[in-house]
């Protein structure tokens, strides 16, 4: 009763609307401080990766210059059939990019992954790339985690167009599972076996990465390649980067893709004063694709 009556009483007196107009105010200011550190954070991310990127033709020819030509005409094959109508779609139902398709193909030839994990699928550019490099190689699996969420003001069902760029005859290698990364990535680390190759371009922020991160690291395999895309978002990237014992690069359009691997010839480690060379075991140099 007492409770009830100091209830009327703030009413009738305005207070409870002063109470909600603070706490409105205090979650703007909270808002706007998480923005801005936010935004420093990224802006530090983006000139710690722009201070260390390897150009990516440069990065890929000191590997193997061939196979770089092999990906170059398998890119522009996929633009040419797919790049006018996923514009179009891009424009109207926002569609997510295409992360670096070709990196994906030439590490996937490169390296021929038998077990290839990715997260973030969009329209499929780098689910082609990678299904493709295994038909190529004549073996290996994907796995692909992607989120199908209502967009009403957008699009009713904008499912039909995930992996939209994907050819049929890929299919058969590829499982793919819609219900988010926190959903999918613990059923697909059940199934699939050691993963060889990780493409990480699903939830960006910080928690986003790390919790992808922590799920996939025990079941990497030994000569695993990871590989995340938008990384001047913040400064994940840069936080694995510097754990003793992990070669690593930096490259890709606007600094944007960070690559850890111990199974890519030796020369391509980074050397900046912010890497540490491998302990123990090299990996194993590879001058061709097998």
């Not at 390296?111 to 969009?122: C, I, L, M, Q, S």
């Not at 299904?131 to 039909?160: C, F, K, M």
């Not at 799920?215 to 990497?220: E, F």
């Not at 994940?236 to 691997?261: D, E, K, M, N, Y």
Request: include cysteine; glycine fraction near 6%.
């Amino acid at each position: 009763m007492h409770q009830d009556r100091l209830r009327q009483l703030a009413r009738s007196s305005g207070l409870a609307a002063g109470i909600r107009w603070a706490r409105r105010l205090r979650r703007d200011a909270q808002a706007v401080v998480a923005r801005n550190l936010a935004a420093i954070e990224a802006a530090s991310a983006y000139r710690w990766a722009e201070k260390n990127c390897r150009p990516l033709t440069h990065f890929a020819e000191s590997l193997e210059p061939t196979l770089w030509l092999e990906t170059e005409r398998f890119a522009m094959d996929l633009e040419n059939r797919h790049a006018a109508e996923f514009e179009h779609l891009r424009r109207t139902i926002r569609l997510g990019g295409g992360a670096d398709y070709r990196l994906l193909y030439f590490l996937t030839r490169l390296t021929r992954p038998e077990v290839v994990v990715e997260t973030g699928v969009a329209a499929g550019w780098s689910s082609a790339a990678i299904l493709r490099a295994l038909q190529v190689n004549g073996s290996g699996r994907l796995w692909s985690s992607e989120l199908v969420y209502s967009r009403p003001t957008i699009h009713a069902d904008y499912r039909p167009f995930v992996g939209m760029v994907v050819d049929e005859d890929l299919k058969d290698r590829w499982t793919l599972l819609l219900e988010g990364d926190r959903v999918n990535l613990p059923r697909i680390v059940t199934d699939c076996g050691p993963i060889d190759l990780f493409h990480f371009d699903s939830d960006k922020s910080f928690a986003g990465r790390e919790f992808a991160f922590d799920v996939i690291r025990s079941r990497l395999a030994e000569n695993a390649i990871v590989m995340f895309d938008d990384i001047t978002d913040n400064l994940h990237f840069r936080r694995l980067a510097r754990r003793p014992g992990s070669p690593w690069v930096v490259t890709g359009p606007r600094a944007s893709v960070g690559v850890i691997w111990e199974g890519i010839h030796a020369r391509v480690v980074h050397e900046s004063a912010e890497s540490v060379k491998p302990r123990g075991r090299r990996p194993t140099p590879r001058t061709q694709p097998r």
